[in-house]
């Protein structure tokens, strides 16, 4: 890393140092307990003070490997006898440490539905550079690792759908305030990328490619990561290319279009009538494995088709509900899907329908 892009981390972390606290994880997640309560305050940021972040990453003890992916691995950590997450980047992945790193310092970033931040450093080992990212650690994994061994009623497929969308919902959202905090767009929204809760719910991760965009000064910062999303997620305007790049309502809207396909993952582990499939990701049937750019073009642009919805959805209130989401996130027309927010709004009210029936009884 040049010594330039050292200065810009420090700098950019240690502008946040003074509102930069962490807020105790809800109730029923891993917490390091009076230690981080010590720096709760409210109108906090994200992570912890640039200093604080360095003495942490030190005194983390890595346990086991619970995780590999194309950025490096994700560690299951100890520190003050808590269980954190290590995610570890590979030097060639330095533009995907850098910007988690900024984003998570975010100030009003924090929220039940986005992974919790704890520290973010650079560390040698063997005589080599090692870039962490130290978060909360969700023994349940992805969302993706879950779905290959759990299934879920409906009221538990709601549960995460909703939790998913109210953490989308937060990234989408400007916050304007002495503090503020900017629109975000995920850009790499998939069962991978989410982890689930002890509580059962589900946080947004993995935020290394991420858009951000503030109304007041009309700037859209996309960051100088050059890696582009996951194929298989890919709407159909990002397959084409001819996206909007320089609209951040664009990037808002091929979140929504690979929301619909997570969606779609969940509701196929829900148990309706006895009846449940086995996971599969979206396009399981129609493209390889590891599908190209050609091969995902090919399907979703100009055979234009889209995961199969089965009937028996609609003999279910909540299930119906929700395939009736999936279609309108996966308009071949980005303006004519619906937004993170209609859709928590529309998921709210049937949360709220089912806890209301129940009462009833």
């Not at 993706?144 to 953490?167: E, H, M, V, W």
């Not at 890919?234 to 809207?253: G, H, N, W």
């Not at 619906?338 to 009210?349: A, C, E, G, M, Q």
């Amino acid at each position: 890393m040049s010594t330039q892009r050292r200065r810009q981390v420090i700098v950019k972390q240690e502008e946040y140092g003074n509102v930069n606290m962490l807020r105790t994880p809800s109730l029923g997640d891993s917490t390091c307990g009076d230690i981080f309560d010590e720096f709760c305050t409210s109108g906090s940021g994200s992570g912890l003070p640039y200093l604080v972040q360095r003495t942490v990453a030190r005194q983390i003890s890595l346990m086991e490997c619970v995780g590999k992916g194309r950025y490096g691995e994700v560690w299951r950590g100890v520190w003050m006898g808590e269980n954190v997450a290590v995610k570890i980047f590979s030097s060639r992945d330095e533009q995907s440490w850098f910007r988690e790193t900024e984003i998570y310092n975010t100030v009003q970033l924090r929220h039940d539905n986005i992974l919790g931040f704890i520290a973010s450093d650079m560390t040698s080992k063997n005589s080599s550079t090692q870039l962490w990212l130290i978060t909360h650690f969700y023994e349940h994994g992805s969302l993706y690792d879950y779905l290959q061994l759990n299934t879920l009623d409906p009221q538990g497929c709601l549960r995460f759908c909703l939790s998913i969308a109210c953490g989308l919902v937060h990234l989408h959202t400007e916050i304007f305030s002495t503090q503020g905090k900017a629109a975000i767009a995920h850009r790499d929204l998939k069962s991978r990328n989410i982890l689930v809760k002890r509580n059962r719910q589900c946080c947004l991760a993995d935020l290394g490619l991420a858009v951000m965009h503030c109304q007041t000064s009309d700037s859209l910062d996309i960051g100088n990561n050059l890696r582009v999303g996951t194929k298989r997620y890919m709407a159909p305007e990002v397959l084409e290319e001819s996206i909007r790049t320089d609209c951040f309502e664009s990037y808002k809207q091929t979140d929504v279009w690979a929301l619909g396909l997570v969606l779609w993952e969940i509701t196929r582990r829900t148990v309706i009538n006895g009846i449940v499939e086995e996971y599969r990701p979206p396009f399981f049937d129609v493209v390889p494995t590891d599908p190209s750019f050609e091969d995902m073009k090919k399907v979703v642009c100009t055979d234009q088709q889209r995961p199969n919805i089965p009937n028996r959805y609609y003999s279910d209130p909540t299930l119906s509900t929700i395939a009736k989401i999936m279609k309108e996130c996966w308009y071949a027309s980005p303006s004519a899907r619906l937004t993170s927010l209609r859709i928590k709004k529309t998921l709210s009210k049937l949360d709220n329908s089912e806890d209301k029936l129940k009462q009833d009884y």
